[in-house]
């Protein structure tokens, strides 16, 4: 591959000179292909109401040298802006870096046979690793600044949880003012204190995410609040960027497959997005294909896919992954794109299954929030089904740290199921405080 140019990013320093640079960064319509600049808050067709693609031009190779240069020093540590040649061309000081991304790819054969694939095909890409603990920040850092570029004052998002804790830190760097709504119950307790601990204004309203999101894109449609929830093309242009590295990390081989959770579908939308854009460019030379999980009390998309993409209908949520608690998932469009790109699958996975998922890679000394596992989880019921091959290679993605959900963890290994602990669960053993009862305890452990 030749023929690469290097593309330094940009400044603000001259106001003309950022506006003139946000102009030229396009956003179309899936719908109905209409073109608008960047130079405003989009996150809907004004002429159709379609969601909307951030356009890259790729009419040239990119080579893994053509990485990493050049970057500015707000964005110098980042493992998002160092893909720069595949993301849109903001102005750099407008860039809100927190050296998000750089996060682990794991290898672990005791998860591998756990999905039923043979030992070394399997890695997870562990974004519970970014700043605040999931996936979210590398999305942020791309919205927010494409915010504070346009001069937008406030940023809001719905959340069940971790978009919310990921946008308050962002707007803080920022020194955005920032509004959150979320679910008035069933709100992991740790992302909510994130959230809280970084100033955001939090807005707790009777009804679930979707009525949420809902409600709040009426208030962005009114006043001049910048939305970054997935419908925002903007911050789906830095989760692409998760699939960017992972390849990367594994040499621009790609795997097999890739399983992901399924919750408002904006990393499906963001990947198939991804692959194909590294694909144009001669990074990759085929491409993986998605498998979405979604837990069975929150499936629409997989319901949608079992109809061959003919009936749509959106449910009413119930999930102990809260992460992935959402009935109408707003970035469904474009997650179809990614698999009928990809050649994917969209399945199902019960709670149970979830949790012993993350059981499983909890004691794998990994750990993920609940919603991560599903990547886990849906990969094994795949292989079981014949869908996957134990011999074919699969990244599952992690999308939040373990403490994002400290209460899934206690209540998976200190509450019984009928009357019984739960496969995996482990319990603390009560003894007395003397030596011997110390001594059979060791003696316990090291013979099993």
Same mark, same amino acid.
């Given at each position: 591959? $030749?023929?690469?140019?290097?593309?330094?990013?940009?400044?603000?320093?001259?106001?003309?000179?950022?506006?003139?640079?946000?102009?030229? %960064?396009? %956003?179309?319509?899936m719908e109905c292909g209409r073109r608008d600049d960047g130079t405003a808050s989009r996150t809907s067709c004004a002429n159709c109401g379609g969601l909307l693609d951030v356009v890259v031009p790729l009419d040239r190779q990119v080579t893994p040298d053509d990485l990493g240069k050049d970057l500015p020093e707000t964005a110098r540590h980042s493992g998002v802006w160092r893909?720069?040649?595949?993301?849109?061309?903001?102005?750099?000081?407008?860039? =809100?870096?927190?050296?998000?991304?750089? $996060?682990?790819?794991?290898?672990?054969?005791?998860?591998a046979r756990y999905a039923g694939l043979t030992d070394g095909s399997l890695q997870l890409k562990h974004e519970g690793q970014n700043p605040t603990g999931s996936f979210k920040d590398r999305g942020m850092t791309v919205g927010v600044s494409h915010a504070k570029a346009i001069g937008a004052r406030i940023v809001a998002c719905a959340s069940t949880g971790n978009t919310s804790a990921s946008l308050a830190s962002y707007a803080a760097a920022a020194g955005m003012a920032s509004l959150v709504l979320v679910p008035a119950t069933k709100i992991a307790t740790g992302k909510l204190a994130q959230t809280v601990a970084y100033g955001a204004t939090v807005v707790q309203i009777d009804g679930?995410?979707?009525?949420?999101?809902?409600?709040?894109?009426?208030? $962005?449609?009114?006043y001049d609040v910048y939305l970054v929830n997935s419908v925002n093309p903007f911050r789906l242009e830095g989760q692409k960027t998760i699939i960017f590295e992972m390849l990367e990390q594994r040499g621009w081989e790609a795997p097999d497959w890739i399983t992901l959770p399924g919750g408002n579908l904006g990393n499906t939308a963001a990947f198939?997005?991804? !692959?194909?854009?590294?694909h144009q460019v001669g990074l990759i030379d085929r491409m993986p294909r998605l498998a979405v999980i979604q837990a069975e009390g929150a499936a629409p998309f997989a319901a949608y896919h079992a109809s061959g993409f003919e009936e749509y209908e959106p449910v009413e949520a119930d999930t102990v992954a809260t992460a992935i608690k959402i009935g109408d998932p707003a970035s469904t469009p474009r997650a179809r794109r990614s698999i009928e790109v990809t050649n994917g699958w969209v399945t199902t996975v019960s709670d149970a299954e979830i949790l012993d998922a993350k059981a499983a890679i909890d004691r794998a000394g990994i750990g993920c929030?609940?919603?991560?596992?599903?990547?886990? @989880?849906?990969?094994?019921?795949? $292989?079981?089904?014949? =869908?996957?091959?134990?011999?074919?290679? @699969? =990244?599952?993605?992690?999308?939040?740290n373990i403490l994002k959900d400290p209460d899934a963890v206690t209540a998976y290994h200190f509450d019984d199921i009928d009357g019984e602990p739960r496969?995996? @669960?482990?319990?603390? !053993?009560? =003894?007395?405080?003397?030596?011997?009862?110390?001594?059979? %305890?060791?003696?316990?452990?090291?013979?099993?």
């Open positions: 591959m $030749t023929g690469a140019v290097e593309t330094p990013l940009p400044s603000t320093a001259d106001g003309s000179r950022s506006r003139d640079l946000l102009a030229q %960064v396009v %956003v179309r319509c893909y720069w040649p595949l993301l849109p061309h903001l102005p750099g000081d407008a860039i =809100v870096s927190r050296w998000e991304g750089n $996060t682990a790819l794991y290898r672990d054969d005791r998860l679930d995410f979707d009525r949420a999101l809902a409600l709040l894109r009426e208030l $962005t449609a009114a198939g997005k991804a !692959i194909a854009e590294l929030e609940p919603a991560s596992a599903a990547s886990l @989880a849906g990969l094994r019921r795949l $292989t079981r089904e014949g =869908v996957v091959r134990p011999d074919e290679s @699969a =990244v599952a993605l992690l999308t939040g496969p995996g @669960a482990n319990r603390p !053993i009560r =003894v007395a405080a003397e030596l011997s009862a110390l001594e059979r %305890v060791l003696s316990d452990a090291l013979h099993g």
